[in-house]
C-alpha cells in the first residue's frame, strides 16, 4: 500500500487512491489517511532541510504519486516577525505568514494546486477545472499553462476585475456564472460527473485540501522545529484551517517537532459568515448564506468543510470572529502601514479578527500569534479607492512642492 490512501470519515472503508469524493456506502466525504507509523520511520529535520525550500520537501507528509518529480517552487513563504502590528493590536510575540508573496500566483493556493495536479497527471486528466472566488482560478490557470492542461475557470460574475484577467491571461477558459460561488460549485458537480475532467475542489479535493497542511509544516520549521501558541486562519470552505490543525497533529505524531498544544482561530467576513457564526452554538449548526461583503475570496455560503472546520477550532480550544467591510479595509490599511505587507481583502479580515481576539483575552499578549495572510493585495485594489481619492497634481516645480509642504526649505 502507499503511504496514504482515501478514507470514509464515517464507516473508515478504504478507497486506495482515486478520483472520488464521497463513500459508496454512507455518502460521508473521502479523507487522506497516512500510515504515520511508516512515515515516522522515513522523515527527519535533517533530511527535510536539506532540500530545496519549497512544499515538496515536507513530500512525505502530502499525497503525491509514486514516483513524483518535484514540481514548480510553490510555497516556503517567509515568516516574519511582526512587532509593530503587535504593539497596535496587542501582542507582543506576532508573526506573519505571508502567502501574498506564494508562487507562482501569490496565494496560498498555489499549494492546494500544486498538489491536486500532481495527482490529476497520475490519474491521467488532460482536462482540469475549478469552482473559485478568483485565487483557485489563477493558481489552477497558471498552473495548468506550466504542465500543458487545458484549464477551465468557473467564476460566479462580481469577481474582482484583476482576479479575472489573471486567469485569463494563461489562456484558460473561463465560464462566469451568472449566480453566487454555491451554484457554480454546484454546476461544476454535474460538470464532473459527465465529463472525464478532474475538478481540484471536486474530485480531487481530498488531495487539493492537503496542499494547505505545507503551510503548518512551514510555520513549525520556521519557528525553529516548534509550534506556535495560536494561529488566525481566514475561512471560505473552511479546508486550510482544518489542514492545519492537521499538520501540527501530523508533525508531533511523527516526531518531528515535541508536542504543543496549538489553538487554532478562524476569521470569516462579517457578509459570509455561515462558520464563524456558528461557533458560539451551544450545538452548532451551518446555515447557508448569501454572500454580501467585498471579500470574495471568502464568499463561500454552503462550507464543504464547515463542521470540520468548527470541530478544529473547539476541539484545539480556539474560537473565531468576523470582520465588517470597513474594518476589512482599516485591517488592509493598518498592515500595510506597520508592517509594510500589502495583503488582500482576507488579511484584512484576518487581521481584524486578530485584534478582536486580542482585545477579548481569548488570545493572550505573551503567547506565539501567527496570522495566516493568504493573498496579496494588488488583487483585491478596487475596495480601497474610496480610501485614497485622487490627490490634486503638482506643477514640476520647486516651489509648487514647497507651497503644497507650507514650509520653506531648511526649515523642517
Ligand atoms: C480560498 C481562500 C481562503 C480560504 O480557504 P478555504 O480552504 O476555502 O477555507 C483564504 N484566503 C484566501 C485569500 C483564499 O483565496
Ligand atoms: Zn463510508
Not at 43 to 72: F, K, M, N
Not at 260 to 279: D, L
Not at 294 to 319: K, M
Amino acid at each position: 500500500m502507499d503511504l496514504f490512501q482515501l478514507k470514509c470519515e464515517e464507516c473508515g472503508r478504504g478507497y486506495g487512491n482515486a478520483p472520488l469524493v464521497v463513500c459508496e456506502d454512507c455518502f460521508a466525504p473521502l479523507r487522506i489517511e497516512y500510515d504515520l507509523e511508516r512515515v515516522r520511520e522515513r522523515v527527519s529535520r535533517g533530511q527535510i532541510e536539506s532540500r530545496p525550500s519549497d512544499i515538496w520537501r515536507y513530500r512525505e507528509l502530502l499525497p503525491l504519486p509514486a514516483g513524483h518529480e518535484r514540481g514548480l517552487p510553490v510555497g516556503f513563504t517567509p515568516l516574519l516577525r511582526a512587532p509593530r502590528l503587535g504593539s497596535r493590536i496587542g501582542s507582543g510575540d506576532l508573526w506573519l505568514k505571508d502567502d501574498a508573496a506564494c508562487f507562482p500566483t501569490l496565494s496560498f493556493k498555489d499549494r492546494v494546486v500544486a498538489v491536486a495536479l500532481a495527482q490529476a497527471q497520475a490519474f491521467g486528466f488532460q482536462v482540469v477545472g475549478c469552482a473559485s472566488t478568483g485565487n483557485l482560478g489563477n493558481a489552477l490557470a497558471a498552473q495548468a499553462a506550466r504542465l500543458g492542461l487545458e484549464a477551465w475557470i468557473f467564476l460566479p460574475v462580481d469577481l474582482e476585475p484583476a482576479k479575472v484577467v489573471a486567469s485569463a491571461v494563461y489562456g484558460a477558459h473561463l465560464v462566469q456564472v451568472d449566480g453566487t460561488y454555491d451554484q457554480v460549485n454546484r454546476l461544476c458537480a454535474e460538470i464532473c460527473e459527465s465529463r472525464p475532467w478532474g475538478f481540484v475542489n471536486v474530485n480531487l479535493r481530498a488531495y487539493y485540501a492537503e496542499g494547505s497542511k505545507s503551510v503548518g509544516f512551514e510555520i513549525a520549521e520556521q519557528l525553529g522545529w516548534r509550534l506556535p501558541d495560536n494561529v488566525v486562519v481566514p475561512m471560505a470552505g473552511g479546508a486550510q484551517i482544518t489542514r492545519i490543525a492537521r499538520s501540527f497533529a501530523e508533525l508531533v505524531e511523527t516526531g518531528l517537532v515535541e508536542p504543543h498544544p496549538v489553538r487554532v482561530f478562524g476569521a470569516q467576513a462579517e457578509g459570509c459568515s455561515p462558520i464563524a457564526g456558528a461557533v458560539s452554538q451551544s450545538e452548532p449548526e451551518i446555515r447557508p448564506q448569501d454572500p454580501r461583503t467585498i471579500c470574495r475570496s471568502l464568499s463561500i455560503g454552503n462550507p464543504a468543510d464547515g463542521y470540520d472546520a468548527l470541530r478544529a477550532i473547539h476541539a484545539s480550544g480556539g474560537w473565531a470572529g468576523t470582520a465588517t467591510d470597513s474594518e476589512i479595509v482599516d485591517g488592509m490599511r493598518t498592515l500595510a502601514e506597520e508592517e509594510g505587507v500589502f495583503g488582500e481583502t482576507a488579511a484584512g479580515v484576518t487581521v481584524t479578527v486578530a485584534a478582536r481576539l486580542l482585545a477579548e483575552g481569548r488570545i493572550g499578549a505573551g503567547e506565539t500569534t501567527v496570522l495566516c495572510l493568504t493573498g496579496n493585495g494588488l488583487k483585491t485594489v478596487d475596495p480601497l479607492a474610496r480610501a485614497f481619492p485622487p490627490q490634486p497634481v503638482l506643477a514640476p516645480q520647486l516651489d509648487a512642492f514647497e507651497a503644497r509642504l507650507g514650509v520653506p526649505a531648511g526649515v523642517a
